[in-house]
Structure formats: structure tokens, C-alpha cells
């Protein structure tokens, strides 16, 4: 009898040790699962804006880096992005009406006259825009899909982000309080 | 049923197979050092499209993943290592753009658990095996069979229990092989670019670290864009080369004299090369034309108490009002405290 007790006990030992196993591996596949929830939205910790350079759709040149010193919205669109359509002119009103608050465009993936077809569609021609055809300063600053905005404060840090189509909302509680009144 | 010869003849085919299986693997890795597109797929295939569920940029026709593709290819060209390049997408994309989980870390027993499961399967299973053909023998036994197994039965389990063994370590040898292969190869391969620091690490000062070959052929290309004359500067200077450095940025204000970041860092070398009363000049004339530059106010301060000039105080202060939240504020309201008393 003793022989079957032995057998059964470590038979159990061995169930949980599977047991154990098995739960370790679900905790980690866990984790692993809330890191790559992709959608941010809101504050993320500081880091230095990427540069933001080159021409625009107009034959204009920008620098993210001549805005030192106030809020800057960087906001990657292309002319086919839906969403896009809706956001931009919100993103440009929101810009006018705040001294302290810039927002420079990166057309990314995007050909040059459809872009400007699109601007000219929302009313948004003026607006002050980056060309990336190749779609390769996007990817310098980890946007991940269209459309993206970063909020890049006085000291060129970026200090939030939000994938997808902005809100009245987000900016009033996410960019507005960073702007000077 | 299982004999001792036919375990044997198995133990010996599956370790025959495995040993040719992880050559080949090795082989694969590890044979002629692959050439830029091979580097270049197998590194599309490690990286996860940020936009598509649980794809790699190899395949996916997401914009986000044909610009990712054409920056992978440009990285190469640059010189960098296929570590790297990885590691240049993770500073932007964060530790979830690769497939694989690393190697390190808690995130090294998504590698190990199964393994480890693995092994105490098979441990189990010997085990069971082993109580299961040890013969009960009581007194007085009636000639029954002890079990089901025939003559010798405990060899030839064993054989096969030898042989399931044997194939998991082989296994895991094996994967361990592919793995370590994986992450080593075309990593020597790099270009001739020396550069030891990380690609594309952030620097403190602020900006991705470009290859500086790279920022040398933009300057070339359009001498008159003072913003690449700039960046180039900034390369240098985060390489310490403060005289390559200086002439870069001296280029930069040669073209737009007013340009405020290239007036600022050309002070900042000129700090770190004993010359403050140019650098104080400079600074000067910049706040003339953008007095809210707060990170100038602080170098001036910054300046003016090494050359113990009184003002310092009252510009340190200045910058306090201009960016209380700036992390050296913390550190300069100290210094100010500390002489107040």
C-alpha cells in the first residue's frame, strides 16, 4: 500500500509542478499582452521629439525645431485617411485660437497633389506641413498607423500621444492645459 | 512489444536524426554570411507591423510597414548590425515591435517554461513507465504474469525511455542552436562603420543618433540647408568632438545667422572649451532676439556664476520663470536656496 501512496504522492507533485508551469507561462503571456496593447492615448513619459525637417506641400521648408518654445501638435495624416478628414480642421481651429500652440503636419505615404487636393477639401491649405512620401519620418518618431498626433512641449520633449482621430475632449484634457492661457 | 534490440534501433535513428537535423540547423545559421537582402528579410520577419494583428513587416502592405521595410533597408546601408537596427526600432516602437520576446528577463521564460514543461513531461513519463513495469512480486504469487509486458520488458522500456530523452535534450540543443544562431548571425557582419553606440539611441541632448557618414553626405549634398549643419554638429558633439563640432555649427549661423539652436549649442561648446566671455556674448545676443529661450537663460547663469559675476542670481531666477518644470529646475532652485541664507 505504501508503494501506491508514494505513486499517488508524486504523481500529485508532478500534476502541480505542471500546474505551476503552466500558470507561469499564462503570467507571462499576460504581460506580454498589456505591453503591446497598441492604441496610446494621453500622457506617456517624456523623450526628445525625433527631428522634424524637410519641405513642405508647397515648396515651403519646415523645422519642428525653429518651434522651440511653445506647444507644438505633430499630427501624421495622408489624404486617404478617413478619420483624418474629420480631425484636421478641429486641429487647425484649435491651433489658431492659441498663441502658445503650434501644429505641424507630416503627410506621410501620401502623394503630393492628392495631399493638397485634400488640404484645399477641409479649408486646411495654410497649414504648415512636412512631405514624407516614403512614409520614413513617421516611422522615426513610432507612429504606428494613420491618423497619429504627439504633443511636443516647450522643450521639444514629447509628453503625449493619441492614436486616432483627435477629440474635442482629449485636446481640452490632454493639450490645452499645457498651453499658456 | 517493445524488445531490447528495437529500442535500441530507435534510440539510435532518433539520435541519428536529431544530430543531422540541429548540423543542418547550425549550418543554416551559421554557414556563408548572408548577403544584405537575406539580412534584410530576416530582419523584416522579426519585426512586428504595428497596425496588423500579429504580423511581421515582411509580408503586411500596410503603409506603416512598407515605410518600415524601406528604413530597414536604409539602416543597412548605413552600416548598422541587425542588433542594431533592432534595437533602433524598439527605441521608437517600444519592446513590442519585435516577435520574438528577448532573450533576457522575465520575458526569457516564454523560452524556458516550455522547455522546462518539456523535460518534466518526459521525467513524468519515465518515471510512470518505471513503476509501471517493476514486476509486484508477492509470496505465494500463482504464476500469473507480474504485468503485460513480455520477457525482459524493463530493458526495453528503458531503451525507449533512453531514447525519448535523449531526443528531448537533443531538441532543445537544437532550438537552443537556431536561437543563439539567430541573434548572432549578421551581427558580425556590420559595414565599416565603427560606431559603438547604440543605433539610434536617444542622447541625452536630445536627438536619434543618425549614422555620421549619412549626415556628412547631406551636407554635401545641399551646403546651403543649415539645419544639416546643425545636425551634423550635434553628431560630433555627442562624439566629443567639440573642434568638428564648433566648425559645423559655425557653418550653420554662417548660412542663418540667427538661427537659435545652432547660437545655443556653439555657446555651449564654447562653455566647455574655457571661452565664457564669447560664450556669454553669444548668449546674449540670442536672448536679444528670443528672450523666453529659457534653456539660454540657464547656460548664461550657469556661466556667469563660474565667473562668479553677481548677475547670476538674477538670471537663474529669470529661467525659473520661464520653465519651472524643466528638470534642471529642481537642481538650480537648490543652488539659489543655498546661497540665500
Known sequence: MTAVRARRRRGVAVHLLGLVLVAGLLLVLDQALEQSSSAVDGRVEAAPAPPLRGEGLFGDVHDLEDLRGTVVLVNVWASWCAPCREELPLLVRTAERHDDLELVGLNSNDRPDAARRFLAAVDATPMANVSDPDGRQAVEWGARGLPETFVVDRRGMVVARRSGEVTPAWLSSVVLPLVAP | MISRVSGAVLLAAVLVALLLAAFGLWRAQGGDPPSQEQRATAIYESLRCPTCTAESIADSQAPISVSMRSTVRELIDDGRTDEQIRAWFVDRYGPTVLLSPPLRGFAALVWLLPVAAVVVAVGW?????????????????????????????????????????????????????????????????????????????????????????????????????????????????????????????????????????????????????????????????????????????????????????????????????????????????????????
Not at chain 2, 558580425?188 to 559603438?196: D, K, N, R, T, V
Not at chain 2, 536617444?202 to 551636407?219: K, M, T
Not at chain 2, 545655443?264 to 540670442?286: G, H, W, Y
Open chain 2, 125 to 341: 513519463w519515465a518515471v510512470r513507465t518505471r513503476q509501471r513495469v517493476a514486476p509486484v512480486r508477492r509470496a505465494g504469487d500463482h504464476g500469473a504474469a507480474p504485468d503485460e509486458h513480455p520477457v525482459n520488458p524493463a530493458s526495453g522500456q528503458r531503451w525507449t525511455t533512453a531514447a525519448l530523452v535523449a531526443a528531448s535534450v537533443l531538441a532543445v540543443g537544437g532550438g537552443g542552436l537556431v536561437v543563439v544562431g539567430a541573434s548572432g548571425a549578421g551581427g558580425a557582419s556590420a559595414g565599416a562603420s565603427g560606431e559603438e553606440t547604440r543605433s539610434g539611441a536617444r542622447d541625452p541632448a536630445g536627438v536619434p543618433e543618425p549614422a555620421l557618414g549619412a549626415l556628412q553626405s547631406a551636407v554635401d549634398r545641399t551646403p546651403g540647408d543649415a539645419g544639416a549643419w546643425l545636425a551634423l554638429g550635434r553628431a560630433w558633439d555627442d562624439r566629443s568632438d567639440l573642434d568638428a563640432a564648433e566648425d559645423a555649427y559655425r557653418k550653420a549661423l554662417d548660412i542663418q545667422p540667427d538661427h537659435p539652436a545652432a547660437r545655443l549649442r556653439l555657446a555651449f561648446v564654447m562653455v566647455r572649451t574655457e571661452r565664457p566671455a564669447q560664450a556669454t556674448a553669444l548668449l546674449r545676443s540670442l536672448l536679444e532676439d528670443a528672450p523666453r529661450t529659457a534653456e539660454a537663460v540657464l547656460l548664461l547663469g550657469t556661466v556667469q556664476r563660474q565667473q562668479d559675476d553677481p548677475a547670476w542670481r538674477a538670471t537663474l531666477r529669470r529661467f525659473l520663470d520661464l520653465d519651472p518644470d524643466h528638470p534642471a529646475a529642481p537642481g538650480v532652485r537648490a543652488l539659489l536656496d543655498g546661497g540665500a541664507r
